[in-house]
């Protein structure tokens, strides 16, 4: 690099997203590592080692949400990706009512996570809601959604799956169309059936957009905590606590020193889950 | 002939399925916040007796003197600062990111990646905040909010930039621009899709934020939307039919947007996720 390039794209250009970011995002970040060792009021501060980490992974009320926060992640992002997939080769294909269905689909997307949370509580309701009612109308009785303590978190998931489909599907829907024609017409000539489409084109193709889906979907499963605080905030008991929603009620029960332990945890745990996973998905691509 | 039969009946159920599982809930809220009280707390999808649409509207907008009016205006305003200073600030990061390689971009990378995967920490950012007096302010907010978008504009920004030839850069320092007017006058207007592209997702992202406000921006003054409909569900726990109406009022605003910029946003999103 000349030194009259260097001076034309100077690195001033990166300071004021540098400074924003490195203010109120990396040193927060580094920050924690320290308080996270301390018992703290945001004034005084008293270093107490790891005592914060022995209680976090000690007590069945906060621990419970390792458990949680992964089922929740790997539940939703199968489901978005199992139909994702499937609502993207759907919606590819020459159907008159695509424009309706890409819409329709897409749309939960743009609503706000809080007011989908409170549509769903009350159409869960296990005696009034809409979705009870109509499984006893085929003559079943369903289940209480969000106050049973062994399915109250896969409710929740589902909901977040109704959510965050329209999201996999688009990133889905571009992957596939851009697969070139002659994949197709190569088929053809080798007389494969619609079923060899997907297997054998569409599915290794698109495997730039699946690993986009996967990884987006499970980092966001991890970090999830506005639609569970909506719905359940965390109950029946702890049954849908999520680390996140755990680092709330420290937060706000005054224990920062705890609740930043908590937020560490989280960030190690989705680095040590996430780079591994994006470098384990994107070394196996295959280029168009 | 028979293809035409299994692909019409295929398409018909998979809009049947589109109109339980999607439709089905938008309908429920918006006919229940037209029903008066009683009639909503059935929640069921029956057709109203009577229609005390503007009752219920003009209630939860005069609600706790206009709150949700007031949450509407700080929501906005937050959405539109946080999205200007995005443009400018991520504009500018991505450029030069792009046309420069040198020892420090790996470093650069791996920090904007960070900032996709890494969920905030929560308290110590409050506590940079609040020894910066930005603590409970909307210009804190607003910060914050860009702060944590910066890694996926500038991402979007980066590689938009491959498109735009070096040889227009060159041709503006031969004639004699410095740096920062040749930026803000020949490349900023150039990269007008993909910063469409940022207004349209950072517009819905922040406008629909719950987590920061909750974290960064408490106060009762400090009303934004998504808080206001969160308290509401405590305050309105009998009165199905405002929290519904709430509910619809606010998201009003992003499916406006979603209509008017729908094949952009579609495009958009893809272009970045996908490169991303």
Known sequence: MTKASRKLYTYAFLLPAGLIYFMLFLLPTIMSFFFSMTRWD?????????????????????????????????????????????????????LKTRGYLRSVVFFPTLLSTIAVGIAFSSMMHPSQ????????????????????????????????????????TVIFLAGIMSIPEEYYEAL????????DKF???????????????????????????DLVWAMTKGGPGFSTDLIASIIYKQYQGGFYGLATAGNVILFLGVSLLAFPLYKFLTKREVDL | MKKGVTKFIAESAAVLL???????????????????????????????????????????????????LLAFFNSTVITFLSIIVLIIVCAMAGYVLQRRTDKWSSWINFLILAGLMIPPAIVPTIWVLDSIHLFKTMTGIVLIEVALSISFSTILYKGFMVTIPREIDEAAVV?????????????????????????VLSAVGIYNDFV???????????????????NFTSMYNTSWNLLFADVVLISIPPLLLFMIFNKKIVSGMTAGAVKG
């Open chain 1, 188 to 195: 053809q000539i080798d007389g494969g059936n619609g079923f």
């Open chain 1, 199 to 225: 297997l054998h084109i569409m599915l290794p193709l698109s495997r730039s957009a699946m690993n986009s889906v996967i990884i987006l979907a499970f980092i966001g499963g991890l970090r999830s905590f």
């Open chain 1, 129 to 168: 809601g809409i979705i009870n009612k109509a499984i006893a109308a085929i003559g079943l009785a369903g289940p209480d959604w969000l106050g049973d303590t062994s399915i109250a978190l896969l409710s929740v998931a589902l909901v977040d799956v109704w959510k965050g489909v329209g999201m996999a």
């Open chain 2, 18 to 68: 589109s109109i339980v599982i999607f439709i089905i809930p938008l309908y429920f809220v918006l006919i229940n916040s037209f029903k008066n009280r009683t009639e909503s707390a059935e929640l069921s999808l029956n057709w109203p007796t009577s229609f005390p649409i503007w009752d219920n509207y003009k209630e939860v907008l005069t609600a706790q003197d206009g709150l949700v």
């Open chain 2, 175 to 199: 004639d004699g621009c410095g740096s920062f007017r040749m930026f803000f006058q020949m490349i900023l207007p150039l990269l007008m899709p993909v910063t469409s592209t940022v207004i």
């Open chain 1, 42 to 94: 945001l004034v005084d501060w008293e270093f107490i080692g790891f005592e914060n980490y022995v209680t976090f992974f000690s007590e069945s009320s906060l621990n419970i949400g390792f458990r949680n926060t992964i089922i929740y992640a790997v539940v939703t992002c199968i489901l978005k990706v199992v139909f994702g997939l499937l609502l993207g080769v759907l919606l590819a294909s020459k």
């Open chain 2, 212 to 230: 920061n406000p909750l974290y960064f921006f408490p106060g009762a003054k400090n009303a934004t939307i998504q808080l206001t409909l969160y």
